[in-house]
């Protein structure tokens, strides 16, 4: 089996290749509503856990923050961060860290916390958001996007990693038990064939419960709505993202 790091590294460049594009879900659904719920963050200090590539970090970074930093598991994601850091002159730093065993709490403390679709491979989300927590400063706050539990839910449970068929792409709300499954950008990508990554499910509950328990107070929630004018242009593509949402995007500050 793959670990999550091995899986990130194979899968960089797919991956890169899939959100970059302007229609997809990152720049079409997500980015639109994080920009609605968005506090100041002009000359203020950001941390991006698990920035991947980077793309929100640089999005981030054009309101003008005073630092900023991603760290990320994968060194391949990292390095086609550092790569676009160059190329468009970006001061942001990147570093490689496990959020698993980060010293977050001996790290100076940040202003604001972002984090995209990275927690559903953090097993322990009460010992995250109590890290979080200890790393926020008074006034700050966070923005976490996370893979919808409804979306999650439906991922296939490993089976030692057998391939799964279509058939195990169904709903198991309340099983915790680790999910192997291939990607979405895998099958538009001609160079890997057929490559399981795993990552966990957690419910609303397990969420919200290690947020509470951690001291954090929830301002805002959102689950945001494909673009209605994807109903003329990709219609599957609307219509399954109605049927199952993919992002939940919480806000939430001391
Ligand atoms: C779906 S990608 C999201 C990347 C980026 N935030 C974005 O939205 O484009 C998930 C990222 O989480 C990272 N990741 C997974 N487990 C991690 C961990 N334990 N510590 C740090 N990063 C991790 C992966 O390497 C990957 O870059």
Redesign the pocket.
Known sequence: MNT??ES?NVM?MA?EDF?ENSDSY?YSI?WPCIQKMLPKIKGKSII?????????TFLLENEKPDVITG????QQ?LDIARDKAQRNNSTAIFAK????N?DLINMNKVDFIF????FH??LDLDTLFYKLFNLLNEEGSCII?LMNPVYTAGYPIDKNGIFPSDEDWNIRYLDKSLRSYMQPWIEYNDTINNYLSSSYHHTFSDYFNAIIKAGFHILQVEEPAPPLEWKERFYNRYDSFIQTPSFLILKLVK
């Open positions: 999550i790091e990130w960089a991956y959100t990152s997500e991006d856990l698990g920035c991947g590539t980077g793309r929100f760290i990320d598991l994968s994601m860290g496990d959020l698993n980060l984090s995209s679709t990275t491979y953090i996007t």
